[in-house]
């Protein structure tokens, strides 16, 4: 659909094409980097990014987020610059921006688009969900 979509960026293999599931190399935002690499899926039915709990942690860290426990989300400014956040995948690195990373919230408080899951193991360790996608 070239009136929609631009030119392909990169292909990955996948390591299980029932979630669409590829690897992750690392991660980075700020003065936080992450090489440990992990498997993924891309999922248009996860409204965030969902990702370990510690390294949502640092990832909301340096993005000045602070944690609402009755959300079980992290909030920030809605009119914040937060760092990119950096994702290599193969060779390709993909950049999230802010218009991406922070979402309306309620009249006065924005959430950072991302949130802590754990796989334990099981499954994929991350979701890239719709910011990721958008962007």
């Known amino acids: 659909d070239t009136d929609n979509c631009g030119p392909i960026i990169a292909y990955q293999p ?16 700020g003065n936080y980097n992450n090489n440990k690499g992990w498997q993924v899926i891309s999922d248009t039915g996860t409204s965030l990014l969902a ?3 510690d390294i949502v942690e640092k990832i909301a860290a340096e993005a000045g987020g ?6 079980q ?4 400014d809605c009119n914040a610059k937060i760092p990119d956040l950096n994702f ?7 950049t999230l921006g802010s218009v991406n990373m922070i979402v309306p919230g309620d009249d006065d408080t924005c959430i950072l688009a991302i949130q802590g899951f754990e796989s334990f193991g099981f499954g994929p360790s991350w979701i890239m969900g719709d910011p990721f996608i958008r962007q």
């Not at 996948?14 to 935002?29: D, G």
């Not at 602070?66 to 959300?71: E, F, H, L, T």
């Not at 989300?73 to 920030?76: F, G, I, M």
């Open 73 to 76: 989300l992290y909030t920030v």
């Open 14 to 29: 996948l390591s299980s094409a029932t979630y669409y599931q590829f690897k992750l190399t690392s991660v980075n935002t």
């Open 51 to 53: 990702a370990p709990n």
């Open 88 to 94: 290599v995948i193969g060779s390709t690195t993909y």
């Open 66 to 71: 602070v944690y609402k426990a009755d959300w």
